[in-house]
């Protein structure tokens, strides 16, 4: 099932046709202002009806945050439908195709904004009763994650009968001396954030499309790489398609190119640049450190290194400038002054 997004001007967007990908877990990355929450809004619009009104806040002001001439056209299998954003409200067009989306092939869309919902501990005052353990596999996946073994006791008190709520206390026991409960007021931001998108996940249906809007929120760079992989292995354990928006230097150079989405501004219009080699997206984002070549080729001495850049200009040229292309580096080695040149750089 192909699922297609066309959408034009909406806050910084003037256009972006993007195409959501197979299972799999997928970076999507661009510049502050490119449309990666506006798009993970949209696409959230899938299974959730209240998405514009919570992603897209209007104001009673007509000239105050209006998206006034704001389209979203989604395309499933040749049908279409479009929501414009008329007097205060989206409307779909056709409105005989106001259905369309509930045939969008994922029994779920689940969306993790980066918002106080994902990170605040519950503000309830409860006693430490009926305490039970968390599954195992959450206590190992947060410890794996965090390189820790904090979570080891790990456990949730329920909220209410249902046992749909739930507050979480780590439990720490000492020889001759009471058991000590820390809530969730006690963890760490990054902590929260993790263990929350964990829970998230812990339930969702097979085959759900699931978008993440700043996975690296308050997360160290070992624990971004290693959450990373868990998403990974999720992804393919639940049939999932994960996508992730992310500035996060770690998050690009760790994922493969393959899984990468670009999100390239060009004065509002967005293009989604797929296969995207790290060192480009690096290139568009980071202040240039940060920075390392795809390929290094080596080779005798400067005359070798011209020829060989000329040849690299020629096959440039008969590329496709759509098709992602590796940054490359030649470094000539052949004489004395020149390594000592290489080990200078």
């Given at each position: 099932?192909?699922?297609?997004?066309?959408?034009?001007?909406?806050?910084?967007?003037?256009y972006?046709?993007?195409?959501?990908?197979?299972?799999?877990?997928?970076?999507?990355?661009g510049?502050?202002?490119?449309?990666?929450?506006?798009?993970?809004?949209?696409?959230?619009?899938?299974?959730?009806?209240?998405?514009?009104?919570r992603?897209?806040?209007?104001?009673?002001?007509?000239?105050?945050?209006?998206?006034?001439?704001?389209?979203?056209?989604?395309?499933?299998?040749g049908?279409?439908?479009?929501y414009?954003?008329?007097?205060?409200?989206?409307?779909?067009?056709?409105?005989?195709?106001?259905?369309?989306?509930?045939?969008?092939?994922?029994?779920?869309?689940?969306?993790?904004?980066?918002?106080?919902?994902?990170?605040?501990?519950?503000?309830?005052?409860?006693?430490?009763r009926?305490?039970?353990?968390?599954?195992?596999?959450?206590?190992?996946?947060?410890?794996?994650?965090?390189?820790?073994?904090?979570?080891?006791?790990?456990?949730?008190?329920?909220?209410?009968?249902?046992?749909?709520?739930?507050?979480y206390?780590?439990?720490?026991?000492?020889p001759?001396?009471?058991t000590?409960?820390?809530?969730?007021?006690?963890?760490s931001l990054?902590?929260?954030?993790?263990?929350k998108?964990?829970?998230?996940?812990?339930n969702i249906i097979?085959?759900?499309?699931?978008?993440?809007?700043?996975?690296?929120?308050?997360?160290?760079?070992?624990?971004?790489?290693?959450?990373?992989?868990?998403?990974?292995?999720?992804?393919k354990?639940?049939n999932?398609?994960?996508?992730?928006?992310?500035?996060?230097?770690?998050?690009?150079?760790?994922?493969?190119?393959?899984?990468?989405?670009?999100?390239?501004?060009?004065?509002?219009?967005?293009?989604?640049?797929?296969?995207?080699?790290?060192?480009?997206?690096?290139?568009?984002?980071?202040?240039?450190?940060?920075?390392?070549?795809?390929?290094?080729?080596?080779?005798?001495?400067?005359?070798?290194?011209?020829?060989?850049?000329?040849?690299?200009?020629l096959?440039?040229?008969?590329?496709?400038?759509?098709?992602?292309?590796?940054?490359?580096?030649?470094?000539?080695?052949?004489g004395?002054?020149?390594?000592?040149e290489f080990?200078?750089?």
């Open positions: 099932m192909v699922t297609k997004l066309t959408i034009e001007n909406l806050k910084n967007i003037q972006l046709e993007f195409e959501i990908p197979p299972q799999g877990a997928y970076l999507l990355t510049s502050n202002g490119s449309g990666k929450t506006s798009l993970l809004t949209c696409l959230s619009r899938l299974r959730n009806s209240g998405a514009f009104q992603g897209f806040r209007s104001s009673e002001h007509p000239s105050l945050d209006s998206h006034r001439g704001a389209s979203v056209k989604y395309e499933i299998d049908a279409a439908v479009t414009t954003y008329v007097e205060e409200r989206w409307a779909p067009l056709p409105r005989r195709n106001s259905g369309l989306l509930a045939n969008c092939g994922y029994p779920e869309v689940k969306y993790i904004a980066a918002d106080g919902d994902r990170v605040e501990p519950k503000k309830d005052e409860f006693a430490p009926s305490v039970r353990l968390t599954g195992q596999p959450l206590r190992d996946d947060l410890n794996n994650i965090f390189s820790t073994n904090r979570f080891d006791e790990l456990c949730y008190i329920n909220l209410n009968r249902g046992g749909q709520s739930k507050a206390l780590i439990r720490q026991t000492r001759g001396k009471p000590l409960y820390f809530s969730e007021k006690n963890f990054g902590e929260l954030c993790v263990l998108l964990l829970l998230s996940l812990e097979n085959g759900s499309l699931v978008l993440i809007d700043e996975l690296e929120l308050a997360v160290h760079p070992r624990a971004q790489a290693k959450l990373f992989h868990h998403l990974v292995k999720i992804s354990e639940k999932l398609t994960v996508i992730f928006s992310t500035h996060s230097v770690t998050l690009i150079k760790t994922t493969d190119r393959r899984n990468i989405l670009f999100l390239q501004n060009t004065n509002g219009k967005i293009f989604c640049r797929k296969d995207c080699y790290p060192t480009f997206a690096l290139g568009q984002i980071t202040s240039g450190e940060e920075m390392a070549p795809d390929c290094v080729i080596y080779v005798e001495d400067d005359s070798a290194k011209k020829c060989t850049e000329a040849m690299i200009q096959y440039r040229r008969q590329m496709n400038p759509l098709v992602a292309q590796p940054t490359v580096v030649v470094v000539p080695l052949g004395f002054s020149q390594i000592l080990m200078d750089k």
